[in-house]
């Protein structure tokens, strides 16, 4: 049975439109018009247990309202989920404790707390036993490097901290199912990183099942082995990110080194010059060209050595979001 499923699944947001002023006011009283925006519009996902997907997908694609309904907080107002076997919306308390939902531009440590305490109340609410609250709050803290910060008020860390004990208080009760929505939101590099390879081990060592929402290319290259993209509510792709960017790729990057120095003019009748320097270039030719093209500067430059590499999944995945 695979841990994430659905099937035709819809959510339309209903909200009513207030003309400005105290007139609009007035009137709302009496007429109001009604505005619908479809947010999902029939998204079918089958996600086996131990899996860790990337959720992509542009700004207003659905990604959010996806995970809201997965976690029970938003109910469908169509078609099925299931999660652990359990229907999301029913919030059955068994599926709950078994489920956790991370969000970075929200948090549910108390602000003027230390994150300790939320810890221990979340404890209580998880029904975690001593021991095992305290093996696994050190294994996280440690983890995460943050020992010296869980005493600390929530309000006097910085972002990466914060996003850091949001993460302990997140799995302290080690659910089997991870909705991960945007965790490196606006965080250094360094701090992206420590969060990746946290996260990496974690999948490693308790194979849990992660859904995970990121605008940074890199967490869902170094995490995930399967991507589903949506846009405007629907998937418009499922599978591992190389076949993305073969299929939606339509150029080829050759990079070049030269034994003796090229002139940029002696490249661009290949195609795009995307780098040059005394030592070498990056050429970008149409895909259907990167034959033709390769042959034509071994035979007229002087190339010491040559590869053929995909266009940077970032571009990739910005093109696609693009042209649909
Ligand atoms: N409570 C709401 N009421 C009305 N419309 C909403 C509500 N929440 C979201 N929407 C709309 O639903 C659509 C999908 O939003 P959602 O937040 O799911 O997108 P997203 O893919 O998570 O975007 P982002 O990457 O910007 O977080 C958007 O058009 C958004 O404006």
Known sequence: MPAIETRDLRKTYVSHKKAPGIMGSIKGLVTREKVEV???????????????????????????????????????????ARVLGYTPSDRNPEMLRQISLVMGNKQQLWWDLPAWDSFVVLKELYEVSEADFKRRVDHLVEALQISDKVNTQVRKLSLGERMKCELVAALLYAPK????????LGLDVVSQKRIREFLKQLHQEEGGTF??????????????????????????????????????????????????????????????????????????????????????????????????????????????????
């Open 211 to 324: 859904l995970l929402t990121s605008h940074y290319m890199q967490d869902v290259q170094e995490l995930c082995d399967r991507v589903v993209v949506i846009d405007h509510g629907s998937v418009v792709y499922e599978g591992t990110l190389e076949d993305l960017s073969e299929r939606f790729s339509d150029s080829r990057r050759i990079r070049l080194a030269f034994s003796t120095p090229v002139q940029e003019m002696d490249l661009v009748r290949f195609g795009r010059v995307v780098e040059r320097s005394e030592e070498g270039a990056v050429v970008e030719v149409p895909r259907a060209e990167t034959a033709r093209a390769t042959a034509g500067l071994l035979e007229s430059l002087p190339v010491s050595d040559l590869s053929i590499e995909s266009v940077d999944i970032e571009e990739v995945i910005r093109d696609l979001f693009e042209r649909k």
């Open 38 to 80: 479809e947010a999902v519009k029939g998204v079918d996902l089958s996600i086996e247990q131990g899996e860790l997907v990337g959720f992509l997908g542009p700004n207003g694609a659905g990604k959010t309202t996806t995970l809201k309904m997965l976690s029970g907080i938003l109910y469908p107002t169509s078609g099925e």
């Open 177 to 184: 199912v991870i909705f991960l929505d945007e965790p490196t």
